[in-house]
C-alpha cells in the first residue's frame, strides 16, 4: 500500500479531513494519506500571494511562501513537508 502526505491549508479548525478521508478510502482504497492541516485566514493568504499589482505569479510555491512567513516552528514543520497535493478549503462567510 501506497502513503501519500496531503497539505490541507484551511480557515481555522475543520472536518474536512474526515470527510475527504472517507472519499478517498471508497475511491482510492490502496493508498494511504496522511493529512497535515495548515490554518490561516484567505485575506492573509491573498496579501501573501498576490504582487503589489494584483497579479501572481505562475511559478509562486503556496507552501514555501506560507513557510516564509511563518513564526511558529511547529508550523514551518508541517510546511517543510513533501506533499502530493495541497487542498485549499475556505467558507463563503462574510467578514467585516
Do not use: Q, R
Not at 29 to 42: C, D, K, Q, R
Amino acid at each position: 500500500m501506497s502513503k501519500k502526505n496531503l497539505l490541507f491549508i484551511t480557515e481555522g479548525e475543520n472536518d474536512e479531513t474526515k470527510f475527504i478521508d472517507k472519499v478517498f478510502s471508497k475511491c482510492y482504497p490502496n493508498i494511504e494519506y496522511n493529512y497535515y492541516p495548515y490554518s490561516t485566514t484567505i485575506h492573509t493568504l491573498a496579501k501573501l500571494l498576490f504582487k503589489s499589482n494584483n497579479e501572481i505569479d505562475e511559478y509562486l510555491d503556496i507552501k514555501g511562501v506560507l513557510k516564509e512567513n511563518e513564526k511558529d516552528e511547529h508550523k514551518k514543520d508541517i510546511l517543510s513537508k513533501t506533499y502530493s497535493d495541497i487542498i485549499l478549503v475556505f467558507d463563503f462567510d462574510p467578514h467585516s
